[in-house]
């Protein structure tokens, strides 16, 4: 497995949780890394992305979780997170990260590496 997705689980409205993303045959440092999420009966919708490292880490967020999920690197450890806070029942979904092939955020179909997706799942 290249890139693996975990930290997903069972949390109540206004919780928190930190999705980890991490590779383990290539330097994800290199490449734009993107979370994507997709809820039960609907497409897969990008959700944050994070530039490779070597320019700067800049991040994007979508209007649904922007203020609420942070993107950090922890080069050292060839690991992208997810702070999502703040949770709603509508953030509830399979969670996917993928690494782009470059080092610029991208839309969906310029990520090539994809990791195993980890479920999150808001409850009231």
């Known amino acids: 497995v290249q890139l693996q997705a975990s930290g997903g689980g069972l949390v109540q409205t206004g919780g928190s949780l930190r999705l980890s993303c991490k590779a383990s045959?290539?330097?994800?440092?290199?490449?734009?890394v993107g979370w994507f999420r997709q809820a039960p009966g609907k497409e897969r919708e990008g959700i944050s992305c994070i530039s490779a490292s070597i320019i700067g880490n800049s991040t994007d967020y979508s209007e649904a979780v922007e203020g609420r999920f942070t993107l950090s690197r922890d080069d050292a450890k060839n690991t992208v997170y997810l702070q999502m806070n703040s949770l709603k029942l509508e953030d509830t979904g399979v969670y996917y990260c993928?690494?782009?092939?470059?080092?610029?955020?991208?839309?969906?179909?310029?990520?090539?590496?994809w990791g195993q997706g980890t479920l999150v799942t808001v409850s009231s």
């Open positions: 993928a690494a782009a092939d470059s080092t610029r955020c991208a839309e969906i179909t310029g990520y090539n590496i």
């Open positions: 045959v290539f330097r994800l440092a290199f490449f734009a």
